[in-house]
């Protein structure tokens, strides 16, 4: 699989990266309904076996959990990934988490992310939001702390999930920032009208997450598999996933579905394909809860649509939801 620089780092990476948020399990306040930690190192290690190099987790993912089982699938592999994990969202006794960008707490966290990573470095240490007010630390203040840990060798490269134009600016102006993580699909595209000029011009790397917003594209989604999410899964609060959102993006699928049929490639890889056609972008981040799922997009990494392929997905875009009428 071919590599892609990631911005200012020495690290060439896949087009396609493994997401570790639904291998953090149920048992959380975002979490994805119960998960199998077995089949969850399943699908890390096919995802290496595949020529895939890095793995994107964090530490609220499971609280915790996520970061555990990664440790665990990469015991007694011949080759480590890349591995990236995030920091900022802590939680309290009662598992309730907040955003918390204090020196001191960042500098527990990534401690803490060592031990449950069992690395002695971690690749790239990202923020994975900005805080909400100035009571819970500072952009400046958290920004500053990752800069000291990637001093001091405990990271690598440093980085931010979630930021605006503005909030990358206060960063920049501290110490240079590796790569931006933003959500990107077509779902979401809002990000192409500032944030990825913006990094393509600063050669700040960008990992999107959620390339087949969170299950949806995948084409393993239906109506009814929708409305009967376990409680513990996070999606059942998304609008996505609700109608009258549902039954467009059932559409949706099956146009990507009609597009991937072509190629024999799977609607999921097509929604990917789209994500990394844009030259922004250097990888998304696929998330897999199985070695099955992983096989359902990996190549993705190789695929390219057509330009009239992508206007024919530009066009249902464009059509408006039920019960609506179009601008």
């Known amino acids: 699989m071919q590599t892609r620089r990631l911005g200012n780092s020495d690290m060439d990476i896949t087009p396609v990266g493994l997401g570790a948020w639904a291998i953090g399990g149920g048992d959380s306040e975002f979490g994805w309904g119960p998960q199998d930690d077995e089949d969850s190192i399943a699908a890390i290690r096919r995802a290496l076996e595949v020529g895939i190099n890095w793995i994107d987790t964090a530490a609220v993912y499971g609280q915790g959990h996520s970061e555990e089982v990664v440790a665990r699938a990469l015991i007694g592999q011949s080759k480590r990934p890349y591995l990236f994990t995030k920091c900022a969202m802590v939680w309290d006794e009662s598992r309730k988490v907040r955003i918390l960008l204090t020196r001191d707490s960042l500098r527990r966290e990534c401690e803490a992310s060592l031990r449950r990573l069992q690395v002695d470095v971690i690749d790239l240490y990202q923020i994975h939001w900005p805080p909400p007010t100035p009571a819970d630390g500072t952009i400046e203040e958290g920004w500053a702390a990752l800069a000291e840990l990637q001093r001091e060798g405990k990271v690598r490269w440093i980085g931010v999930s979630n930021f605006t134009v503005e909030q990358l600016d ?56 929708a409305l009967s999410l376990p409680s513990t899964d996070w999606r059942t609060r998304n609008k996505e996933f609700q109608e009258p959102r549902l039954s467009w ?34 990888g998304a981040i696929v998330g897999a809860r199985s070695a099955a799922q992983v096989e359902g997009w990996v190549g993705a990494g190789e695929f390219r649509l057509s330009a009239s392929e992508i206007q024919e997905i530009e066009s249902y875009l464009q059509t408006p939801l039920p019960g609506t009428v179009a601008a």
């Open 170 to 225: 206060r960063a920049r102006a501290i110490a240079p920032v590796t790569s931006l993580q933003p959500p990107y699909s077509m779902l979401r595209p809002a990000i192409e009208a500032t944030i990825l000029p913006y990094c393509h011009s600063n050669g700040i790397g960008v990992i999107s997450y959620s390339p087949m917003l969170s299950g949806m594209l995948t084409g393993a989604m239906t109506k009814e598999r």
């Open 249 to 282: 993006n059932i559409g949706l699928v099956d146009k990507l579905r009609a597009i991937g049929a072509r190629h024999g490639r799977s609607p999921g890889e097509v929604a990917i394909a789209w994500v990394l056609r844009h030259p922004a972008i250097t």
